[in-house]
């Protein structure tokens, strides 16, 4: 059981370029979702998906599309990626709300756009 | 919607005094307050919680207190540890709908030996 697992873990980009990062659960949860992690901002939520092909958007979701074409799976894209789109990218999942909304987070990506 | 205001950003404490992380919340709805330790270079993890129905919740050396009148939550840990060291974060959301947690801004806490 590995839980939440992200890909990759650490990626530079140039200004411009684009990428996906993968996250993967295996807790047949319903919930994920997409956070980025930046110096003294905690935890900003970009988009989440509360259920196998739902999306919807978080509290900073420009810059970034989510798919989630598989229950496990919750892909988040940068199409054009920017300098300020440099954090730490955090994916979790939970099996739902109230009191079943422990989120459970995959180790990170570091992202650097040069 | 909801904001969720986390004092102090820094704690600076000696090994086992007490540590106090303090937060406030907007939205009269969220009934549900969890608290989140991250390690450094490390993943957030649910340490605690506590919902609207109840005032205090304790787990061994921490505890959480709130106080819905005032829309404020605490974290209380005593006899800190070195280990305890790390950022935690306080969060609210409601327990109805597709709700989702808002994080406060975290608070790192340095446990000196």
């Known amino acids: 059981n590995a839980g939440v697992t992200q890909t990759p873990k650490f990626r530079v980009l140039k200004t411009g370029q684009s990428m996906t990062l993968l996250c993967a659960q295996d807790?047949?949860?319903?919930?994920m979702y997409w956070y980025r992690q930046d110096p003294g901002m905690g935890l900003r939520l970009i988009h989440y998906s509360v259920g196998e092909g739902t999306t919807a958007k978080g509290e900073v979701p420009d810059g970034y599309n989510v798919s989630r074409l598989k229950k496990q799976n919750f892909l988040l894209g940068l199409e054009s990626a920017a300098p300020s789109q440099t954090s730490v990218y955090f994916c979790a999942s939970s099996t739902g709300t109230g009191i079943r909304n422990e989120q459970y987070f995959g180790p990170g990506t570091r992202l650097t756009v040069t | 919607g909801e904001n969720v205001e986390q004092h102090p950003s820094t704690l600076s404490v000696q090994e086992g005094d007490s540590a106090v992380i303090k937060c406030t919340y907007s939205?009269?709805?969220?009934?549900?307050f969890p608290w989140y330790k991250q390690e450094l270079g490390k993943r957030p993890q649910l340490i605690i919680d506590?919902?609207?129905?109840?005032g205090e919740k304790k787990d061994q050396r921490i505890a959480v207190t709130l106080n819905k009148t005032a829309k404020h939550f605490s974290l209380h840990i005593t006899e800190t540890q070195p280990e305890d060291s790390a950022v935690y974060f306080c969060?609210?959301?409601?327990?109805?709908?597709?709700?989702?947690?808002?994080f406060g801004k975290g608070t790192m806490l340095l446990v000196s030996p």
């Open positions: 506590i919902r609207s129905n109840v």
């Open positions: 807790m047949n949860h319903e919930y």
């Open positions: 939205d009269s709805a969220s009934n549900y």
């Open positions: 969060a609210a959301t409601t327990f109805w709908g597709y709700s989702t947690l808002t």
